[in-house]
C-alpha cells in the first residue's frame, strides 16, 4: 500500500522542479495526478513519464478554468483529496524599482492563484469529508529578501491564507486541511536562472545560493507527509525546510 493510495492529487505549476517532482512521488506512493501548468509542451512531457498521470493546461490565474478542471476531476474521478498549490514566479526587484505591474504579476499568480485554488478545492474535497491543501511558501514570506519584494509580499499573503483556510476548517470540523511549506534553496530550474542573473556581490546571493542547497525530492516528501493520513491532525502549519537559514 502506498502512503496516498487511492487519492486523487492536483499539483499546478507540475511542469517543471518541486512540481514535478511532487507528482512523481505522489504518483508513486498511490495517487491519480492530476498535473497542471502553463507550459503544456513540457506538462505534457512530464506527465508522460508519471505512471497514470494526466495534464491539463491551466493557468493558476483563470478563475473559470478552476472550476472547470475540478469539476471535470469529480465527473472523472468522484473525489479530490489532495491540492497541491505549487505554481510560482519570480521577478528581481527590490523597493527601489519594482514596478506596479512587476508586483501584480508575481502576487497574481501565487497570491491569488493559491487564494482560487482553495476556494475551488474546497466544496470538492467536503464531497467526500475531507481532504489536504498545501501551499507552496517560502523563507521569502517569513524574512525579507531584498531583490525579491513583489516575491515576498505574495509568499507572506500565501503564508496568511493558509493560516485562514486552516481556521475556517477547524471550526467547521469538517475533514480539511490547509497547510504550507516554507522551503529555503531548493535546486530547481526557478532558482538556478536566478543565480545566473544574480551578481555575487548582490546581497541577496548568498541566500539564494543557501548554504548547500535542497533538492526538490526533500521538498516533495514535505508533501508526500502533508498529503497523507499520517498528518491527519496537522492543519494551518508552516513546515520549514530551509536546512536552519531561519532556525
Ligand atoms: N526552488 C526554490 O528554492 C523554492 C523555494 C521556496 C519556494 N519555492 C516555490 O516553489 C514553487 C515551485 O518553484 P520551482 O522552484 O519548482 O520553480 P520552477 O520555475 O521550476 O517551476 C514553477 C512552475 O510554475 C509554472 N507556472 C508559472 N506561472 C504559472 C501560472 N500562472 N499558472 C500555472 N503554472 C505556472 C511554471 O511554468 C513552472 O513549470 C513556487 O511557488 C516557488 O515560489 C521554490
Redesign the pocket.
Known amino acids: 500500500m502506498g502512503r496516498v493510495e487511492g487519492k486523487v492529487a492536483l499539483v499546478?505549476?507540475?511542469?517543471?522542479?518541486?512540481?514535478?517532482?511532487d507528482a512523481a512521488l505522489l504518483a508513486r506512493e498511490g495517487a491519480k495526478v492530476i498535473l497542471?501548468?502553463?507550459?503544456a509542451a513540457?506538462?505534457h512531457s512530464v506527465a508522460a513519464g508519471i505512471p497514470g498521470a494526466v495534464f491539463v493546461e491551466?493557468?493558476?490565474?483563470?478563475e473559470r478554468a478552476w472550476k472547470t478542471i475540478v469539476d471535470q476531476i469529480m465527473a472523472d474521478h468522484g473525489r479530490l483529496d489532495v491540492l497541491v498549490?505549487?505554481?510560482?514566479?519570480?521577478k528581481f526587484a527590490s523597493i527601489e524599482d519594482c514596478s506596479l505591474d512587476d508586483f501584480r504579476f508575481v502576487n497574481?499568480?501565487?497570491s491569488e492563484?493559491t487564494f482560487l485554488g482553495c476556494r475551488t478545492a474546497l466544496p470538492a474535497m467536503l464531497a467526500n469529508g475531507g481532504g489536504s491543501i498545501i501551499n507552496?511558501?517560502?523563507?521569502?514570506g517569513v524574512k525579507g529578501v531584498s531583490a525579491v519584494l513583489g516575491?515576498c509580499a505574495?509568499?507572506g499573503a500565501i503564508h496568511a491564507l493558509t493560516r485562514s483556510v486552516a481556521a475556517y476548517c477547524r471550526e467547521r470540523s469538517n475533514g480539511v486541511r490547509c497547510n504550507a511549506?516554507?522551503?529555503?534553496?531548493?535546486?530547481?530550474?526557478?532558482?538556478q536562472?536566478a543565480l545566473r542573473e544574480m551578481s555575487p556581490d548582490n546581497p541577496s546571493f548568498d541566500e539564494?545560493e543557501?548554504h548547500g542547497?535542497?533538492e526538490?525530492s526533500d521538498?516533495a516528501n514535505m508533501v508526500l507527509y502533508l498529503a497523507s493520513d499520517e498528518a491527519r491532525h496537522v492543519n494551518g502549519a508552516s513546515l520549514t525546510i530551509d536546512n536552519g537559514e531561519t532556525a
Not at 499546478?12 to 517532482?21: D, E, H, K, M
Open positions: 499546478t505549476g507540475a511542469a517543471s522542479g518541486l512540481g514535478a517532482a497542471t501548468d502553463v507550459d513540457l506538462g491551466h493557468d493558476v490565474r483563470d498549490n505549487n505554481a510560482g514566479v519570480v497574481s499568480v501565487m492563484g507552496m511558501g517560502s523563507i521569502a516575491y505574495a509568499k511549506i516554507v522551503a529555503g534553496s531548493i535546486r530547481t530550474p526557478m532558482i536562472k539564494l543557501g542547497q535542497g526538490p521538498v
